[in-house]
Nanobody
Framework: QVQLVESGGGLVQAGGSLRLSCAAS????????MGWFRQAPGKEREFVAA???????????YYADSVKGRFTISRDNAKVTVYLQMNSLKLEDTAVYYC??????????????WGQGTQVTVSS
């Protein structure tokens, strides 16, 4: 049984930073993509960032345009954990952030497994 457990959400002032963590258990492949989506009140869920194995290379990270240059995704394979470092947070980053894992994750494709979500609130 796959479990994704997020942590690290909270309340932060605009311009501040937070780091989210997602610890995975039960994944059958360490080559699974892992990533983050978010959903703000009254809005649809949207892709934030993901990281996947690229043959012949190291892990490859990719981001939504809205977070490029501010957010950094990384993973620790030994711990099967993915991190999302969020800097220069804006009011519009307020949302519930969900960890996601699966063979493929893109802005249009979600993985098979979800975490329970962690709230990130950015205040002015």
């Amino acid at each position: 049984q796959v479990q994704l457990v997020e942590s690290g959400g909270g309340l932060v002032q605009a311009g501040g930073s937070l780091r989210l963590s997602c610890a995975a258990s039960g994944l059958t492949s360490r080559n699974y993509a892992m990533g983050w989506f978010r959903q703000a009140p009254g809005k649809e869920r949207e892709f934030v960032a993901a990281i996947r194995w690229r043959v012949g290379s190291a892990y490859y990270a990719y981001y939504a345009d809205s977070v490029k240059g501010r957010f950094t995704i990384s993973r620790d394979n030994a711990k099967v954990t993915v991190y999302l470092q969020m800097n220069s947070l804006k009011l519009e980053d307020t949302a519930v952030y969900y960890c996601n894992a699966g063979p493929v994750i893109t802005s249009m494709t979600v993985g098979d497994f979800w975490g329970q979500g962690t709230q990130v609130t950015v205040s002015s």
